[in-house]
């Protein structure tokens, strides 16, 4: 997400249905945004933490269109990988 609270697309859909119980499962807080948002635009309106025991935490996100996903770059970490970003 960008400071500006739109969403910047780094991120993984978790559209199975093993991750759409697991994000079930998720206890959400409403984000609030100090800007409007433009029309059109994605945005998460709230934010979660997937816990996967072993392996760590996830953040996850909700969109205003009802889409949740996971964070890219948590997900690159948990796997050691050179996301290639500075």
């Known amino acids: 997400m960008t400071d500006d609270g739109t969403f910047a697309g780094r ?10 119980a697991l994000l079930d499962s998720v206890e959400w ?3 609030q945004h100090d800007e409007p948002v433009p029309d059109g635009e994605l945005y998460a309106t709230h934010l979660g933490t997937l816990a996967i025991p072993g392996i760590g935490n996830l953040r996850v996100y909700q969109l205003n269109n009802g ?20």
């Not at 770059?73 to 996301?83: E, H, Q, W, Y």
């Open 67 to 86: 889409q949740r996903v996971i964070d890219a770059d948590d997900v690159a970490s948990m796997f050691n990988l050179d996301t290639g970003e500075a």
């Open 29 to 31: 807080v409403e984000i």
């Open 11 to 20: 991120t993984i859909r978790a559209e199975s249905p093993d991750a759409v």
